[in-house]
């Protein structure tokens, strides 16, 4: 018997818990974002995304959370956070995006409060 589909995800602050029934669930989302390590699929998908994902039987619920760049839903649900920049890097946003977005900030905000973090730093210029 076929389980009922997950309604909505739930994305409480603090880290993601990530069990077995997760990897399970979000594994079709998974495989699509693991492939898109190769440049000729991440043009298939640029071009058609839709049509890319067609052959991976997605449920409406996890085309949804594609469609509209639901990022921390994504992770929420199972999706590897190591695999999904390949995705969000093909709808043409950068990672600071992703990662404000999954924050709920601006960018500005996001930045602000990780420089040390995403900042180029050049080691030769330390102590200058």
């Keep these: 018997m076929a389980k009922e589909p ?12 990530f069990t077995a029934e997760h990897s399970q669930r979000a594994y079709k989302l ?4 693991y492939s898109l390590k190769q440049e000729k699929n991440r043009e298939i998908f640029r ?7 067609e052959k991976y039987d997605l ?3 996890e085309i949804k959370m594609i469609e509209n760049h639901e990022w921390l839903k994504m992770v929420h649900y199972g999706v590897s956070a190591y695999v ?12 600071v995006e992703m990662g404000a977005m999954m924050r709920g900030e601006s960018q500005k905000e996001f930045v602000d ?16």
């Design 84 to 95: 999904i920049g390949k995705m969000v890097d093909c709808f043409d946003q950068s990672f």
């Design 6 to 17: 997950i309604k909505d995800i739930e994305t409480p602050e603090g880290p993601v818990t």
């Design 113 to 128: 409060r990780n420089v040390p973090l995403i900042k180029n730093y050049n080691k030769d210029e330390e102590g200058k």
């Design 47 to 53: 071009a058609d995304y839709k049509k890319y994902i």
């Design 59 to 61: 449920s409406e619920f």
């Design 30 to 33: 998974n495989e699509i974002c």
